[in-house]
Nanobody, 124 residues
């Protein structure tokens, strides 16, 4: 059974940093991709990043390039989203997602497993 558990959200001032973590379990081999999505109040869910565990490559949405990075720990069971130079428009609930495969996608419909979400608020 696949489980995704996010942590690390919180309140931060503009220009600050946060690191989100997603603990991934239930995939028998490193043949899966892990995405980060976010949803602001009244808006749709949008893809922020994706990492292919098998290929060890990643994708970021254009608006966060140069500010966010995605990585894994040595076991590849935890995926991190390091968020720097945060802006108020980065606020929202951040969700970790995963599915089998090796090709990254930022499309919400590409994923079948989701975490419970963690709130990120960027405000002064």
């Amino acid at each position: 059974q696949v489980q995704l558990v996010e942590s690390g959200g919180g309140l931060v001032q503009p220009g600050g940093s946060l690191r989100l973590s997603c603990a991934v379990s239930g995939f028998p081999h490193d043949y899966h991709i892990v995405g980060w999505f976010r949803q602001a109040p009244g808006k749709g869910r949008e893809g922020v990043s994706c990492i292919s565990i098998a290929k060890d490559n990643s994708t970021l949405r254009d608006s966060v390039k140069g500010r966010f990075t995605v990585s894994t720990d040595g076991t590849k069971n935890i995926v991190y989203l390091q968020m720097n130079s945060l802006k108020p428009e980065d606020s929202g609930v951040y969700y970790c997602s995963a599915r089998k495969g090796i090709v990254c996608s930022l499309r919400t419909g590409s994923y079948e497993h989701w975490g419970q979400g963690t709130q990120v608020t960027v405000s002064s």
